[in-house]
């Protein structure tokens, strides 16, 4: 029988903590679609001083908020948007932007370090007196921390080149900040200097942060008021939304202090994996709380082998691919987890896919 259980498929997987609860069951609340819930309104107000913008609005998910953001700026059917061919609006959030919004993505290569080069963003934008059979380019999006490329940071001096370029060329820039807290910490820059030169920003609640659900957007007043429409639309606007905000204000006093420790924890995990013969990590990509891992052919066994076996013990990782596994820190993960892991992992290997029994 597994007595312990060790969840590494994603930070999105945390349990609300005690003291979350405990402010959820006392929230304060309205109905927000009317505009009058005072704990959303709360969460807001210091999310939008937290990304240095005017405003900004609660959602239900992050692919919710990247979808309102790119519509928002593409508001006319057929605009076009440039953005990362390994990025998670491309790749992960159901094609939404051209199903839903009638918006054509032209995708540039990612870099292994999350970028895509300023000069291919550049050559990627529309003649637009061409627009006879281009498509008009309105917006250019980049993701940080880089989640396919193994939480991997974008500077601040990239991101404000990538925005020159957009005002030059006038368009917008729309940050995906999915876990925009981890590459804060990460660099030791305040996020709102690293969002300083986009015109919107999102930011997920229940991922490194562990808050049960939610996202925010972040943007001009001006933005916001018409992101506001396109959430209702979408049926994201709810009513005592404020049960869910009082969870997410808990997560922004006490989980953002306990993330330079899930950096330490990914980096111990991925050192440790290295050592084991037959997998192999990429060290310098683990900037934040994700970890890939490579399975190499002489160890006799596959990334779903492997994944089955841990599972077994216990553990959960999620198989990204052939002889490709993704496992990513939160702050429910001590370091006797990371240990214990590290030891499972290793029985597996040694024994060839026979660890599980």
Known sequence: MVTR????????????????????????VDDDVLGHDPTAARLEREMAIIMGKEAALFVPSGTMANLICVLTHCNVRGSEVILGDYSHIHIYENGGISTIGGVH??????????????????????DPSFEICYPTTKLICLENSHAHSGGRCLSAEYTDKVGELARKQGLKLHIDGARIFNASVALGVPIHRLVEAADSVTACLSKGLGAPAGSIIAGSTSFISRAKIL???????????????????????????????????AKILAEGL??????????????????????????????????????????????????????????????????????CIQKSISTGGNGGS
Request: with cysteine; proline share 3%.
């Open 5 to 28: 259980r060790v969840d590494l498929r994603s930070d999105t997987v945390t349990k609300p903590t005690e003291t979350m609860r405990a402010a959820m069951a006392s929230a304060e």
């Open 231 to 265: 959430r209702k639309t979408l049926g994201g606007a709810m009513r005592q939304v404020g049960v869910i905000c009082a969870a997410a204000l808990v997560a922004l006093e006490e989980n953002v202090g306990k993330l330079e420790w899930d950096h330490n924890k």
């Open 105 to 126: 993505p032209r995708t540039v290569r990612n870099n292994e370090d999350g970028t895509m080069d300023i000069h291919q963003i550049e050559e990627a934008i529309r």
């Open 274 to 343: 290295n050592k084991i013969k037959g997998l192999k990590v990429d060290l310098a990509s683990v900037e934040t709380n994700i970890v890939y891992f490579d399975i190499l052919e002489d160890a006799n066994i596959t990334e779903i082998e492997l994944s089955r076996n841990l599972e077994a013990h216990g553990i959960l990782v999620m198989p990204e691919g052939p002889l490709r596994i993704r496992a990513v820190i939160h702050h429910q993960i001590s370091e006797s987890d990371v240990q214990y892991t590290l030891s």
